[in-house]
C-alpha cells in the first residue's frame, strides 16, 4: 500500500508573513485528513517559520534544492545538513526550472540525489520530457535516460525516493497532460524503477504527477493505477485550493 502523498512546491513565492499566513488558513482546511501525506516546500529563508507554524501538525517541510557537499567553500549554497537543521524530510530535485534555467544536468542531480540520501532526507526526482520530445515519441526514451543518469550508484532505501513525472509543457501552463498518458508514463518510470531495482522494490515507490494539477483535475490522475499524488505548483499557494487538492476523495 503506497500512502498518498501531495507535495506543494512553492517556487520562488511567498514571504516569511505569507508562509504563516498561508498555514494559518491552511491547518483548519486540513483537519481530520488523516490518510494523505502532505508536504510543503517554500523557499530556503521561510523553512524556520513554515517548520514553526506547523509543528505538531504533522504536514511535513521540504526543500526545493540542496548542494551535494555537507560543508565547506561553497559560497552561497546549502547543504543537506543544513536542511536536516531545519526539519527537511524531503527535496525537490531535477525540477525542469532548474535543469533549463540553471542548466543542471543529470551528472550534477545525481550527485544531489545521493547526498540528500546520504543525510536522511527523501528526494523527490523530478524527469519528464518536453513538447518538442513528446511530438516526436522520444518521451519514453527520455524519460528512461533521466531516471538511470540521476539513479546511477543509487541503492534502494525503503521510503526513501519518490519520483514525480513532470512533463515540462505541462507545468505552469494550465494544460495537464490527460490522465490517460500521465498513467501511460508513471506506468512506464514503474517498470524502468523495476530493472534498476527489484519489482518489489519498485512497487513501493511512491511516484507523483506534476503539471497543472487543480481541485478540478487532482481525482483523475490519483485514480490511475501508478499514480500515487501529486507535486503542485501554482495551485498550491492559495490555501483553499491547495487543501482542495489534498482532499481529492
Ligand atoms: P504547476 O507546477 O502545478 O504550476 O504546473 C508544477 C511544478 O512545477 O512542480
Redesign the pocket.
Known amino acids: 500500500m503506497r500512502t498518498p502523498l501531495i507535495v506543494a ?1 512553492w ?1 520562488m513565492n511567498k514571504s516569511i508573513r505569507d508562509t504563516e499566513t498561508f498555514v494559518q488558513d491552511l491547518l483548519p482546511l486540513l483537519s481530520g485528513v488523516t490518510e494523505v501525506e502532505v508536504a510543503v516546500c517554500p523557499s530556503f529563508v521561510s523553512l524556520p517559520a513554515l517548520r514553526g507554524a506547523l509543528s505538531g501538525s504533522g504536514i511535513r517541510v521540504g526543500a526545493q534544492n540542496l548542494f551535494w557537499e555537507m560543508k565547506g567553500a561553497y559560497t552561497g549554497e546549502i547543504s543537506p545538513l543544513m536542511l536536516v537543521d531545519a526539519g527537511c524530510s524531503y527535496v ?1 530535485l531535477g ?3 532548474r535543469r533549463q534555467i540553471m542548466g543542471e544536468n543529470d551528472a550534477i542531480i545525481n550527485r544531489k540525489v545521493r547526498a540528500a540520501l546520504d543525510a536522511g532526507i527523501t528526494p523527490i526526482l ?1 524527469v519528464g520530457e518536453t513538447l518538442q520530445e513528446r511530438e516526436n515519441h522520444m518521451a519514453r526514451e527520455v524519460v528512461k535516460e533521466q531516471l538511470s543518469r540521476d539513479l546511477k550508484d543509487v541503492s534502494f532505501a525503503p521510503g526513501g525516493m519518490v519520483i ?1 513525472y ?1 512533463p515540462v509543457w ?5 494544460v ?1 497532460a490527460s490522465s490517460d498518458d500521465a498513467q501511460e508514463m508513471t506506468g512506464f518510470i514503474r517498470s524502468c524503477l523495476a530493472r534498476l531495482y527489484r519489482r518489489e522494490q519498485a512497487e513501493s515507490i511512491r511516484i507523483l504527477y ?4 487543480k481541485p478540478e483535475n487532482i481525482a483523475e490522475f490519483m485514480a490511475e493505477e501508478d499514480i500515487d499524488g501529486a ?6 499557494l492559495q490555501a483553499d485550493s491547495f487543501a482542495g487538492i489534498v482532499r481529492f476523495k
Open positions: 512546491n517556487k525537490i525540477h525542469s526550472e523530478c514525480a513532470e505541462a507545468i505552469g501552463t494550465g495537464n506534476g503539471g497543472s494539477v507535486l503542485v505548483g501554482g495551485a498550491s
